[in-house]
């Protein structure tokens, strides 16, 4: 009968059949659309990629002597000069890239586990539960985060893993906002509770049924987070509050600030490295703003 149909000129809209497009490969699509995001991915992947991959092919170590300190960028064959020892900054700058970016995803994992925790339970339980963790999620926002922060690492010790849990536990409080608002919103929603008739638990309607449906602006944030974390590592290395045996990019920063005037291109490079990073994270999570927002969605 369909094809009979085709056959006198109906097509799939005429006849009532809609095709829908499946929901990831939209987001793809709409995703692809946004050449700034494309843009900011594929810079993204070739920085991760030169950080882990790069000392498999520049072999030089950071942390030897190789010349002169201070020989300006292309002298003697170093292609971005030397630092205030002499070591390479080529080099440097690439193992930094794993310290800094390994530092900045951990942390924002960490952030986006305990906000997903504090908002779900209280955009979902209500009552007293939200209460209590709403409070504790105010005054973790109104904490002066790059002070506390330097409190955790002055401390315990300045050892990466101390600084991503600094930056991740100051860093929680957007994504259990937004993820409390998300749960208050759907939780009332027709298909919550017909779910909730059908005999399922709290914790399957927490993350097998209002949990992925409420990830899209969640996935946003934290994707934000990310290029947040990057920068606050960078602010401690610069401060001097950082592991002195793990070379980072802000680290590369906070050595050579003393001749800033004199040789700034040793605080150049890093700090170049660090904002085209974010700036990648940006646009990314932009255009996965744009792809995941149902508004801008043609069906």
């Known amino acids: 009968?369909?094809?009979?149909?085709?056959?006198?000129?109906?097509?799939?809209?005429?006849?009532?059949?809609v095709q829908v497009e499946h929901?990831?490969?939209?987001?793809?699509?709409?995703?692809a659309t946004n050449y700034a995001a494309?843009?900011?991915?594929v810079v993204l992947v070739i920085v991760i990629l030169v950080s882990f991959l790069g000392p498999f092919i520049y072999t030089t170590d950071p942390w030897e002597m190789v010349w002169s300190p201070f020989s300006p960028p292309g002298a003697k064959g170093f292609l971005l000069g030397t630092d205030y020892l002499g070591r390479d900054l080529v080099?440097?700058?690439?193992?930094?890239?794993?310290?800094?970016?390994?530092?900045g995803c951990a942390a924002a994992l960490l952030s986006v586990?305990?906000?997903?925790?504090?908002?779900?339970?209280?955009?979902?339980?209500?009552?007293?539960?939200?209460?209590?963790?709403?409070?504790?999620?105010?005054?973790?926002?109104?904490?002066?985060?790059?002070?506390?922060?330097?409190?955790?690492?002055?401390?315990?010790?300045?050892?990466?893993?101390?600084?991503?849990?600094?930056?991740?536990?100051?860093?929680?409080?957007?994504?259990a906002r937004v993820?409390?608002?998300?749960?208050?919103?759907?939780?009332?929603?027709?298909?919550?509770?017909?779910?909730?008739?059908?005999?399922?638990?709290?914790?399957?309607?927490?993350?097998r049924v209002i949990l992925p449906n409420a990830l899209p602006p969640i996935v946003v944030q934290s994707a934000l987070l990310?290029?947040?974390?990057?920068?606050?590592?960078?602010?401690?290395?610069?401060?001097?509050?950082?592991d002195p045996d793990v070379m980072s990019w802000g680290a590369m920063m906070g050595n050579n600030r003393p001749f800033i005037l004199q040789h700034a291109f040793t605080i150049m490079y890093p700090g170049l490295a660090i904002f085209i990073t974010v700036l990648a994270i940006s646009l990314v999570g932009d255009g996965l703003n744009?792809?995941?927002?149902?508004?801008?969605r043609k069906r």
């Open 179 to 207: 993820t409390r608002a998300e749960f208050l919103k759907i939780r009332e929603l027709e298909y919550v509770t017909a779910s909730r008739s059908g005999g399922a638990k709290a914790p399957t309607l927490i993350f």
């Open 226 to 242: 990310v290029g947040f974390a990057i920068l606050f590592e960078a602010g401690l290395s610069f401060l001097g509050l950082s």
């Open 23 to 31: 929901p990831f490969k939209e987001t793809v699509r709409m995703f």
């Open 290 to 296: 744009d792809a995941l927002n149902p508004k801008l």
């Open 113 to 175: 586990l305990i906000g997903i925790t504090f908002g779900a339970l209280s955009g979902f339980y209500r009552g007293w539960v939200e209460e209590v963790l709403m409070r504790i999620t105010e005054f973790f926002q109104v904490l002066p985060t790059l002070l506390f922060s330097m409190v955790l690492v002055a401390l315990f010790g300045a050892s990466l893993a101390m600084i991503t849990f600094a930056i991740g536990i100051v860093s929680w409080t957007g994504v």
């Open 38 to 41: 494309v843009a900011g991915f």
């Open 1 to 17: 009968m369909t094809e009979n149909l085709e056959e006198r000129g109906f097509g799939q809209k005429e006849m009532g059949f």
């Open 91 to 103: 080099a440097q700058i690439i193992h930094g890239g794993r310290a800094t970016i390994a530092v």
